[in-house]
């Protein structure tokens, strides 16, 4: 899409409920956002010393359940493991900037106004919930579906929260499926005891270059 130049113009095309891409407009949905300052040298600065979980993906590149972590601090993860010419099989995964590990580095990139930006959600403007992702390339995640998990218990429509991804550096490849391939793609469900309910059955890698089996009217 071309670069969206108010915020009212972000706002409407985010409402079509469709996945979209904007260039160039990070300052309307976080207007203290500096981007300049996001930078992994400014990371280690100001929260290098800090100890933070680390994923800990299989065959040194997939995040799939049942996960499991390590911890590190975040100058070892950026300099030992980041920046190593040869896989770690590390992610740094869904860390929160409101968090007290990356509270410093996220204060510093929002120029020391509020850490998180606000959304509009039910009419009522609501502060989003942010959260820091960095690993190597060929990094992959799961298959899942993003969700609240304040309404864990509610139908998997009111679980669902949208999402605004603001890619830093590097690239990253997206596969989507249409909400009907839903109950196809097998999400593990209320009933997984590895806190991985969002998470489908079936293998990213078997579904890269084909759709899930099934009928999808949409």
């Known amino acids: 899409l071309p670069e969206a130049t108010t915020f009212d113009q972000f706002g409407e095309i985010v409402r079509l409920g469709k996945p979209c891409i904007f260039r160039a407009s990070a300052n309307l949905w976080a207007p203290t956002l500096q981007m300049d300052k996001i930078s992994f040298n400014h990371l280690d600065r100001l929260c290098g010393e800090n100890s933070i979980s680390i994923a800990q993906l299989k ?23 980041l920046q190593s010419d040869s896989p770690t099989g590390l992610y740094l995964q869904q860390q929160p900037l409101s968090g007290a590990n990356l509270s410093a580095f996220a204060n510093f990139i929002f120029n020391g106004n509020s850490t998180q930006p606000q959304v509009l959600s039910d009419n009522n403007m609501r502060t989003a919930q942010c959260t820091f992702f960095a690993g190597k390339k060929g990094t992959q995640t799961s298959l899942h579906f993003d969700r609240n998990h304040a309404l864990f218990k509610r139908t998997r429509e009111e679980q669902s929260v949208d999402n605004v991804f603001l890619q830093v550096s590097g690239r990253k490849l997206w596969r989507l499926f249409k909400p009907c391939y839903h109950d196809a793609l097998e999400p593990r469900g209320a009933a997984c005891q590895t806190g991985a309910s969002h998470v489908s059955r079936v293998g990213i890698r078997n579904l890269f270059d084909s759709e899930p089996s099934g009928n999808c009217p949409g």
């Open 59 to 81: 065959d040194s590149f997939y995040s799939e359940p049942p996960f499991s972590v390590t911890t590190m601090t975040i100058r070892d993860f950026l300099t030992t493991h």
